[in-house]
């Protein structure tokens, strides 16, 4: 209600609008909780701008194949992953002015711990970044402490661990938007990490916002929030970003010096 009386006002005052969107108006907040609340909105910016569809259907990160080798599938490389990794590890702490060490940060009140640090390098593993109680303004700071994540053990995901996979989009996300270099290790390509299931029983969480919002479970079989459609939509996005982070150019946009 609060963007209809918003953009209401601001047509009927003359302003023009230009905006970007990775959906067109009608799909804006589909399957959200209480969408019938957010329907007058659509209903404004149909009426005032006109929707021009850019998606050609062709993603162009994939046009060309990853240039450096900072991705490791488990059992589909020739050598041992993580003796690979730690090869990484150790030729980038060689050019830090620091030794391996754990590293703790004051994030909103409360200490952030990582096990395995050295200077602007961060060597990691999913649960310790996405089994664990993290969020944005976590990964926000490894963006402004880290130039480089490696990040091990990254599982095959499916909505059975839906709060895990929620921060791994996440995660990689802030990485993308802060241009920092990333080196996996995983059970899967990238383009098989996650895998959407039709039928799944309840997480903890989603049953403790259930009972917190008055939701019954037959209520949820629309919502976005519950269903894993909005993490079938971002995961695109990530696997397609996690196929720019493998190439030079993405590692040059922050600086060259560990190429």
């Not at 998606?55 to 450096?68: E, N, S, V």
């Not at 664990?132 to 490894?142: N, P, S, T």
């Not at 996300?173 to 802060?178: A, E, R």
């Not at 970003?241 to 060259?256: I, N, P, V």
Request: hydrophobic content about 40%; charged content about 30%; proline content about 3%.
């Amino acid at each position: 209600m609060i963007l209809k009386s918003l953009f209401t006002e601001l047509f009927k005052r003359g302003v023009v609008m230009v905006t970007t969107s990775n959906r067109p108006p009608e799909d804006l907040y589909k399957h959200g909780l209480q969408r019938v609340n957010f329907l007058p909105f659509i209903a404004i910016l149909k009426e005032h701008c006109e929707s021009v569809s850019m998606d050609t259907g062709i993603d162009y990160r994939f046009l060309h194949g990853p240039t450096m080798q900072t991705y490791f599938v488990r059992d589909r490389w020739e050598r041992d992953v993580d003796v690979e990794l730690n090869a990484i590890f150790k030729r980038l702490a060689s050019e830090q002015n620091d030794i391996a060490r754990p590293r703790t940060y004051r994030i909103k009140g409360r200490d952030v711990t990582f096990r395995k640090t050295c200077g602007h390098i961060l060597d990691t593993t999913f649960d310790e970044l996405c089994a664990r109680a993290l969020g944005a303004a976590d990964y926000l700071q490894i963006s402004q402490s880290f130039d480089v994540v490696l990040l091990r053990d990254i599982p095959k995901m499916t909505l059975s661990i839906k709060p895990a996979a929620r921060r791994f989009i996440t995660l990689i996300d802030t990485l993308y938007d802060n241009k920092v270099r990333l080196v996996c290790s995983a059970d899967v390509p990238h383009v098989q990490l996650f895998e959407a299931s039709d039928s799944i029983d309840d997480d903890i969480e989603d049953r403790k916002l259930m009972d917190d919002l008055g939701i019954r479970r037959h209520e949820t079989s629309k919502l976005s929030l519950f269903t894993g459609a909005e993490e079938v939509f971002a995961f695109t996005r990530v696997v397609s970003r996690l196929q720019q982070m493998q190439t030079e150019d993405y590692w040059k946009l922050r600086d060259s010096k560990y190429l």
